[in-house]
């Protein structure tokens, strides 16, 4: 039962690539579920499924893939899938930028924030580097600071502020795009952009941290694929001298982390990383079959309404919610999986019902040739729930939550508001 996901997928991948012929996002996205699929075959076959805790949720034997849960997970998914294949890269003509001013203003507040967060990170990038990657991962869960945050407190709340925002830095990597690739702008003005949209990986590299840097990539890819009816010669070349020392040192980083955390494990360092990237659809079928259905949480679908109404969070409520389940919830188990856990089965499908929905309305129509930069950056918002969803749902807490919170609020400010005034 384990390949159904890999068959499935693989010819979901094969189905919109012979549809559109042309590797578009909807494609990219599929690409993805089959690449998990198959580490997932891998794993399962090679017997790596053996770290009670930190991994998959068996312990040391080959778990019933039902067909229910496989059923859900692959036709939740799909059903998230599948707004995105509306969109025809190749078919764009056009993206406009109704309100200029407003973007160049959030446009320069990320460039800020992007700044503030290297002036705090600068200091101990060099120290924690050279340093012992599994210890800082254990710090980290052991709720320690980081010396970036400790260093944030004794700045001015505003600044403090700024930096705890600082996930909506990722929102410059769309913008780059868009004003390298569709104005036509200088490298030397758009590139601060493109070096700003990697704070968050900063952020990530003081916990020894692999999903930042995994995440930036995917949506670096995202971006490529959406706007590459725009990318002409002169920015590939960029992006190609670039990229290459990045990705290079991206890949070392990964294998250092990688090393350093599992070199004590049975499986060994290769073992884990198969297990890492190929755990959701074992975790989300465990969930399924062990899920306690009296159990409802909402902390991690609603983090902002949680956070300042309920004060709490989901990284606060793990550890109460793994007692009263009785496994270990901080698991990767897909996007779906994530919404199966909070809300229970027809949660999570009326969930994806809702974000399909959303979806299909920014998108508006199908083989749509033009969109406002607003529209591109809410896309790349919601993309990122399908696209890092081969993990976990993107925005379980407040930081990372005010990402899709101010694309969503550029995109109705330039859809409704102004609009309305005009006529």
Not at 45 to 64: A, C, I, S, T, W
Not at 89 to 108: A, C, Q
Not at 205 to 231: K, S
């Amino acid at each position: 039962m384990h390949l159904v996901p890999l068959v499935y997928f693989a010819g979901l991948t094969y189905y919109f690539w012979q549809k559109h012929r042309t590797y578009d996002v909807a494609t990219y996205m599929s690409t993805l579920y089959t690449i998990t699929s198959i580490c997932c075959v891998l794993m399962v076959m090679g017997g790596f499924m053996n770290r009670q805790g930190g991994g998959v949720l068996v312990d040391g034997y080959e778990p019933e893939f039902g067909i229910v849960p496989t059923i859900l997970y692959c036709g939740l998914i799909t059903l998230t899938i599948l707004p995105f294949s509306f969109i025809r890269p190749e078919k764009l003509e056009d993206i406009t930028n109704v309100h200029r001013y407003v973007i160049y203003g959030f446009t320069l507040f990320i460039v800020l924030q992007g700044l503030i967060m290297y002036y705090l990170v600068g200091d101990s990038i060099t120290d924690l580097l050279n340093g012992d990657f599994k210890f800082l991962k254990d710090s980290h869960y052991s709720g320690n600071i980081s010396p970036a945050d400790a260093k944030m407190l004794t700045m001015p709340m505003p600044i403090q502020v700024m930096y705890l925002l600082s996930f909506m830095t990722l929102l410059a990597l769309p913008l780059f795009f868009y004003y390298t690739c569709v104005e036509g702008r200088s490298l030397w003005l758009t590139s601060p952009l493109l070096a700003v949209s990697i704070s968050p990986i900063l952020r990530g590299v003081l916990m020894a941290d692999r999903t930042e840097i995994i995440h930036y990539g995917l949506m670096f890819f995202f971006c490529l694929v959406f706007f590459q009816r725009f990318i002409t010669k002169r920015v590939r070349n960029f992006m190609l001298a670039v990229s290459l020392p990045v990705l290079a040192v991206g890949v070392t980083y990964i294998v250092a982390v990688s090393a350093s955390r599992f070199e004590n494990e049975d499986e060994g360092a290769s073992g884990s990383m198969l297990e890492y990237a190929g755990q959701s659809y074992v975790n989300f079928c465990y969930f399924y079959d062990n899920h306690n259905p009296e159990l409802y949480y909402v902390e991690r679908e609603l983090p902002i309404v949680s956070y300042f109404v309920f004060k709490n969070q989901y990284v606060e409520t793990k550890d109460e919610r793994t007692a009263r389940e009785g496994f270990f919830i901080g698991v990767f188990a897909s996007h779906i999986g994530s919404w199966l856990l909070d809300v229970g089965v027809v949660g999570a499908i009326l969930i994806s019902a809702f974000f399909a929905f959303i979806c299909c309305l920014v998108i508006n129509r199908y083989n749509r040739t033009e969109f406002d930069v607003s529209d591109v950056l809410m896309l790349f918002a919601l993309g990122a729930v399908p696209t890092f969803g081969i993990f976990y749902y993107r925005y379980y807490t407040v930081a990372t939550a005010f990402v899709y919170l101010a694309a969503g609020l550029l995109f109705l400010f330039s859809k409704y508001i102004f609009v309305w005034h005009k006529e």
